[in-house]
């Protein structure tokens, strides 16, 4: 129902996947939170690092859950491969539609395959389990290749070529981590494919083709958002009413001394200009007041998640700075009891970065035409980049001498230490997920997961 991952991206960033399922017939709610925690020597505090820096230092793509079949939805008689091939041989359907169509067949294609080749992991029945895998998935692309001579019109033909050599990149990447094992049986990996779709590319031009077709094909799994701040109607009600009450102070004022010194008098004109003077002050002080108790009501912005023009889901994100002490108790003992005193007194316990998620997912709905897919549920892939908070970093090389039988000058990395806590919750499961962070100035080194939830954690958190 909720599932995430957490993996260095490049060496300056994060990404952090998480899976949102909704359910059939009412709607569903998920909170991910996100603490780091720094050391003290790399001077991050809320003046230094301001909630614009953060927003500057993430990115967010929101794309559909994918179905996962088994190959015989494939293959089978009125299955995907059939409900394609009438879709496309149809002549009402216009040819956007049409092209749609392919692309979603391939991205459920290519879950489907990941799905089934995690699980011939057997080492017994490896062998023979790969065997049926790959003649299952050469049946599929044989019959898109037979596809390409059935239908008229070439941009189809092109379309089809397009998620065929989309699919090869995929195996080819999936057979790559199994490279060794796979030699032993079937000579070569490169034995699986009858040709080499990229025979005349480099090296560079093959990574650069495999990214564009990569994306061209699952682009229509991705989704629109509109981007708002959150609360902006009820923050601009509380403005006008800061404005109100600044003028009912001023005009409060004009009447009070308009009875007595009259519309032409000095002193009424002086007791003017001071009440608006004060007047301006008294609405700039209401209006500082009013957005700082609008900050405790909502969240920083609002995402409105979009599939096919339509509002199926909101996402609100929320970031600030935090202390150990104002931490949930459950937070407190994994940290505790996982992070070393020596390293603990190095961290700057007083600055921890909170960053929220609260999503709303509408009902879930299914859809059997072939170029509209089912909303089973979305990803959310948010990337962490972190150039800006290991700027103040010390050289990444640094000498140091050891004292044996020579003085010996001996050159170094020099590591920091970054923790941070995954927080992931429902109404009915609280998981919490601890990660160690090794950094250079220069790059992200390795992540690490020290600890995870218990129920004795989530015990002390609900």
Do not use: W
């Amino acid at each position: 129902m909720f599932s995430a991952r957490l993996k260095i991206h490049d060496s300056h960033s994060i990404e952090i996947k998480s899976g949102y399922k909704s359910l059939l017939g009412k709607k569903t709610f998920y909170r991910t939170g996100m603490y780091l925690i720094l050391p003290e020597s790399l001077d991050i505090d809320p003046s230094k690092y301001t909630q614009s820096d953060f927003y500057k230092d993430i990115k967010t793509n929101i794309r559909l859950i994918t179905p996962e079949n088994d190959f015989k939805d494939f293959i089978k008689k009125n299955g995907e491969f059939d409900k394609l091939e009438a879709f496309l041989k149809n002549g009402d359907n216009d040819l956007k539609r049409k092209i749609k169509a392919i692309h979603l067949f391939a991205t459920r294609f290519r879950a489907s395959c990941n799905m089934e080749f995690n699980n011939i992991n057997n080492p017994t029945l490896f062998g023979k389990n790969f065997q049926i895998f790959n003649r299952y998935q050469k049946e599929v692309i044989d019959k898109l290749k037979n596809l390409m001579d059935l239908v008229p019109n070439q941009k189809l033909k092109i379309e089809i070529e397009t998620a065929i050599n989309y699919h090869n990149l995929f195996i080819e990447k999936l057979y790559g981590g199994k490279a060794i094992r796979l030699k032993s049986f079937i000579g070569s990996v490169n034995e699986c494919f009858e040709e080499d779709y990229l025979e005349n590319s480099s090296d560079s031009e093959r990574l650069v083709q495999r990214s564009l077709i990569k994306k061209y094909i699952e682009s229509v799994l991705y989704l629109n958002i509109n981007f708002g701040k959150d609360g902006l109607i009820t923050e601009q009600i509380l403005f006008g009413l800061a404005a109100g009450l600044a003028m009912l102070f001023s005009t409060i004022i004009v009447f009070s001394t308009q009875e007595k010194y009259g519309n032409f008098s000095s002193n009424f004109f002086i007791i003017l200009v001071v009440s608006y003077i004060f007047k301006d002050r008294l609405k700039d002080i209401a209006k500082l007041s009013f957005a700082e108790m609008a900050k405790l009501l909502f969240y920083d912005f609002k995402r409105s998640i979009l599939m096919n023009n339509k509002v199926i889901g909101y996402m609100r994100e929320l970031f600030y700075f935090t202390v150990f002490k104002k931490m949930d108790n459950c937070l407190k003992k994994m940290i505790l009891k996982n992070i070393e005193p020596m390293e603990l007194n190095a961290l700057n316990m007083e600055n921890i970065i909170n960053y929220t998620k609260k999503v709303k997912l509408k009902k879930r709905s299914i859809s059997d035409e072939p170029d509209q897919p089912s909303f089973d549920g979305v990803n959310d892939i948010t990337r962490v980049f972190f150039d800006k908070i290991l700027r103040k970093a010390d050289n990444p090389v640094k000498k140091l001498y050891r004292i044996d039988s020579n003085l010996d000058k001996i050159h170094t990395d020099r590591f920091y230490d970054l923790f941070l806590i995954f927080v992931r919750r429902t109404k009915k499961e609280k998981i919490f997920e601890l990660y160690k962070l090794k950094a250079t100035r220069e790059e992200l080194v390795s992540v690490t997961l020290l600890d995870s939830d218990s129920e004795e954690l989530n015990k002390d958190c609900r």
